[in-house]
């Protein structure tokens, strides 16, 4: 069974994602469900899906009524150990968040630079969290990601977002 860890910088945490409910992988996404790791009142559950080839980990998060409250975007380095089955993934601090009423957010710019400027992060990291960062939003900006999101996650699982 595949393992899925994320390690983040800021806070410096190493957090096993093994218990989220796996749907679907293949060498393009990797798509789970989840709960909160820690109870919230605000967020229920959430379906993700990393994109392998781009870095991006997209995810729908539901509110206690299991709408969509909003699309967050977490830019990832992905490391794939396949001896193991198991994936890493490294936040690259970025994260963009997209409002059911289409607005863009940038979240965490600050920590990028905090994280270099402290040598957490190498400079390949941040030019990486840089380019994949643009790469997502110029999707973001000619096409509607949401949509896009609930085509992939249907055709590959059958649940409708």
């Known amino acids: 069974m595949a393992r899925i860890y994320r390690i983040r910088y800021i806070p410096s945490e ?20 989840w709960d909160p790791i820690k109870p919230r009142n605000d ?23 299991n709408e969509i409250m909003y699309w967050y975007c977490d830019i990832v380095d992905v490391c794939f150990d396949k001896e193991a089955d198991t994936y ?3 936040d ?3 994260d963009i968040k997209i409002m059911p ?6 979240i965490d710019l600050d920590e990028l630079a905090i994280a270099f400027e402290e040598n957490l992060i190498t400079n ?10 643009n ?9 509607d990601v949401p949509e896009h999101m609930r085509k992939i996650i249907f055709s ?6």
């Open 135 to 143: 790469s997502l939003l110029e999707l973001i900006y000619t096409s």
């Open 88 to 90: 890493y993934l490294y």
């Open 14 to 33: 190493t957090i096993d994602l093994s218990s989220d409910k796996l749907l679907y992988r293949d060498s393009k996404y990797l798509i789970t469900q």
């Open 124 to 133: 390949e990291q941040l030019i990486k969290s840089l380019k994949q960062s």
């Open 101 to 106: 009423n289409g607005r863009v957010e940038i």
């Open 43 to 65: 967020i229920q559950s959430g379906i993700s899906c990393v994109f392998l080839e781009h870095g991006w980990k997209i995810s729908a998060f539901f509110g206690q009524d």
């Open 156 to 161: 590959n699982t059958g649940i409708e977002v």
């Open 92 to 94: 690259l601090l970025t």
